[in-house]
């Protein structure tokens, strides 16, 4: 794994054509390795922005802090 921290949000594309958020935290154990706890939010959205949108206004996200797959 890298040790460059990954982006805090992911938005995916399911199977259906909907978008998908996924939340990760990252933590470092006692020897800095980072420890990454993915978690996928129950809603789904219907545009990439729809997604974006929900994460700023229910986790605080900012621009930049998104990454796509």
Do not use: H
């Not at 399911?14 to 978008?19: A, L, Q, S």
């Not at 996924?22 to 922005?49: D, I």
């Not at 700023?56 to 900012?62: G, I, K, L, P």
């Amino acid at each position: 794994m890298s040790r460059i921290p990954v982006k805090p949000f992911l938005i995916t594309k399911d199977e259906e054509g909907n978008f998908r958020l996924t939340v990760r935290v990252t933590r470092y154990n006692m020897y800095n390795y980072p420890l990454v706890t993915s978690t996928l939010q129950e809603e789904t959205f219907r545009t990439m922005a729809a997604a974006r949108a929900f994460a700023r206004e229910e986790f605080n996200a900012e621009a930049g802090q998104y990454a796509t797959k």
